[in-house]
């Protein structure tokens, strides 16, 4: 039997995935938990692998991974609905990942990657690996993976344009290109580089350096004119904070 710990801080996350695992007769569930509890579940437990989700409070993923590094670790799957959390994921050299919402094929072909990793005797994510993405990471990501359709285009930061608000949805201009990320924007304001980011008002957050022209409106308003054309509205409220990222970032682009 092949051994599985969840972690996630969600009870109704960790029950699906409890129920998923318990149709394979070749898996059996030895706990659940949420990440503050992992690190002490694993080690009583011994799990063969890892069900971890990457945003959680308290101790997140990258918190459990790193507690877990210094021992043994098992094979590490995560789970986690934040496409820009998916590559770093991939640095750990994790034996996969599974983007929220996920389907039953998609977590069937999951568990067969861990039956093959385990039988062939390579049940393990190499501690070294964990350990490098630990001394890699970044305070606000260089890139972040947008789902398109059957495939996970990479979009750089640096390359961002401008991003607004579709309801649940975060619609990121950049390079001339339109992508619908699932994730809101106040989670983004929260992981971009302040010091580049600017929310310019409710729906739209902007990459101070494709600023080309500000031209002022009625009562403190302003239209921000972006290198490609685009016209972004600045709210009278952000315009100090605008002009102070604009002066450090220096001229506008021509």
């Not at 590094?69 to 770093?88: M, R």
């Not at 106040?186 to 350096?209: G, M, T």
Request: hydrophobic residues 40%.
């Amino acid at each position: 039997m092949i051994r599985a710990l969840v972690v996630d801080d969600e009870p109704l996350a960790r029950e699906s995935l409890r129920l998923l695992i318990a149709r394979d007769p070749e898996f059996t569930v030895v706990g659940e938990c949420s990440g503050v509890d992992a690190p002490r579940l694993a080690g009583e437990t011994k799990p063969d692998v890892l069900f971890l989700d990457i945003h959680m409070p308290e101790l997140d993923g990258f918190g459990v991974v790193e507690q877990l590094a210094e021992g043994d670790p098992p094979l590490i799957v995560f789970t986690t609905a934040y496409d820009a959390y998916a590559l770093k994921a991939f640095d750990v050299y994790a034996l996969d990942y599974l983007l929220k919402p996920f389907d039953d094929g998609r977590f069937a072909e999951t568990l067969a990657r861990i039956k093959q990793r385990v039988q062939s005797g390579a049940g393990q994510t190499p501690p070294e690996k964990l350990l490098q993405l630990l001394d890699s990471r970044e305070r606000h990501p260089k890139r972040i993976l947008v789902r398109v359709r059957d495939k996970i285009v990479v979009v750089r930061t640096a390359d961002i344009d401008w991003i607004e608000a579709a309801d649940y949805y975060a619609s990121i201009h950049s390079g001339g290109g339109t992508f619908l990320l699932r994730e809101t924007l106040n989670d983004l304001e929260k992981r971009l580089d302040p010091e580049r980011f600017l929310r310019v008002h409710r729906s739209a957050i902007v990459n101070v350096d494709r600023v080309r022209e500000i031209h002022p409106l009625f009562r403190g308003d302003c239209t921000l004119v972006l290198t490609d054309g685009t016209q972004v509205k600045l709210s009278r409220t952000r315009r100090g904070e605008f002009e102070r990222l604009f002066r450090s970032s220096g001229s506008p682009q021509r």
